[in-house]
């Protein structure tokens, strides 16, 4: 099964209760990727970097056997930077700086053998730039999943709802799923949402779980209690692609395999939380994984 994953390749700078970092590896389609990894033996990840990436970065990506042959590399440009500060309550966090730099004027260019990918997964990024790749595949994926944030509600909402109809499953929080529906209620925001196109929906509730909407059902899980949590950038990403890498693995896509992907999903985001950026994510072992994925069935087993 080939994947193909657009999404931002940054430089991030970090300040949390814990500590503070400099510049270090970031950006949506990083996440994403990295999480897949564990499920898909060569992801193949669509962006575009600055002449100031380091190929040490390359490096960490090339590791886990994840082809960047379709990231461009504008040399006399500088990599899209942001900047976040978490606040004691780690849900809520401030953007201090947005550099889009090499996102600006981003046009996405599909290498031949991306063309027959059977997972498409679409970071967060321009509803614009998230079309040109769907449509810059001759064919439909089997698949195509969608990040979005409200940045994108607030400025290009006609292009982002045409976007949003053109996909299977939207995968967003539950502050960006009441701002799309305008309701309070997560179960009436799923119905307004699935009526704009997807046929399912992914609700993330960061450290309370997720909920997943689609033919007329609906499946809640937990998020794993964490003991430390160091640094959630990137956890919604990780979630989707480990989401998107466990559903990739199935024979079918139904809801019963969305399921256990969202359980699979949230087992990659309490990783990624774990350190500092991408850090954790860069080598896992499979018994991790595997023990937590039993921590999790404990978690939620019981008998009446
Ligand atoms: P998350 O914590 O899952 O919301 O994702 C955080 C990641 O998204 C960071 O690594 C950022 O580099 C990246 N990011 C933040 N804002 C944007 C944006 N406007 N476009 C693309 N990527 C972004």
Known sequence: MSLLIVGSVAFDALETPFGKTGKILGGAGTFIALSTSYFCLKPNVISVVGGDFPKEYFDILEKRNIDISGIQIKKDEKTFFWYGKYHTNMNVRDTLITELNVLENFKPEIPASYQDTDFLILGNLSPVVQREVI???KKRPKLIAMDTMNFWMDIMWDELMKTISMVDILV????????????HSLVKASEKILKMGPKYLIIKKGEHGA???GENK??????????EVFDPTGAGDTFL????GHLSKQKDIN???????????????SFCVEKFGTKKLENLEKNEIENRITKFKDLTHFKM
């Open 241 to 244: 692609g480990g989401f998107m």
């Open 211 to 213: 909920l997943l909407f």
């Open 172 to 183: 967003i929080n539950d502050d960006e799923a009441r701002q799309m529906s305008r309701e």
């Open 135 to 137: 449509e810059g595949l």
């Open 218 to 227: 609906i499946f809640s899980t937990a998020a794993l209690p964490m003991a």
């Open 255 to 269: 809801f019963e395999n969305m399921k256990s992907s969202v359980v699979m999903a949230s087992v990659m985001a």
